[in-house]
């Protein structure tokens, strides 16, 4: 094998290896940063799988409709009160760590807050992010803030979840 076709036998392993790993990472990890589906695709899957299945008539499906509004409901609520403990519980681990940090390490754990609540902000969104890039937040409580920014951790709503129509 000639040594000017080395270089370019190594580089095009690498590259093949490189594009497999990424293949399988894509399918493997894929589902894991999907955003949720929203509500209303849940309640109506739900429904199509118990028509489905059950064989429910029209009058049936009527009466499930409110049960299944009612059970979407509840897990927004379930979901944005863990969202809301999550936040308390790094909020206070945070703040028992800072005790033990120089000025300057007070600083970059701020920044890893400010960089944690970005991450985080899209699961913030009630079933999901929003689609259509208006810039606004939609958070979990079903208010747009247009700012673009999550609230601050441990901040707690009173507004009730979004009901399904």
Known sequence: MSSNLKPWLVLGIIFIVG?????????????????SPGAQQIKQHWMAHLVQRLHLTADQQAKIQPILADATTSIQSLHRDELESDAQIFKAADDQISAFLTP??????QKMESE????????MRPWGSSHGGSGGMHHHDGTNNGAGTPPPPGASTNAPPPNGP
């Open 104 to 109: 300057d390490q007070k600083v970059e754990l």
């Open 116 to 123: 944690r609540e970005k991450i985080f902000s899209g699961h």
């Open 19 to 35: 594009v497999v790993t990424g293949s399988a990472l894509t399918i493997g990890l894929g589902p894991y940063f999907m955003p």
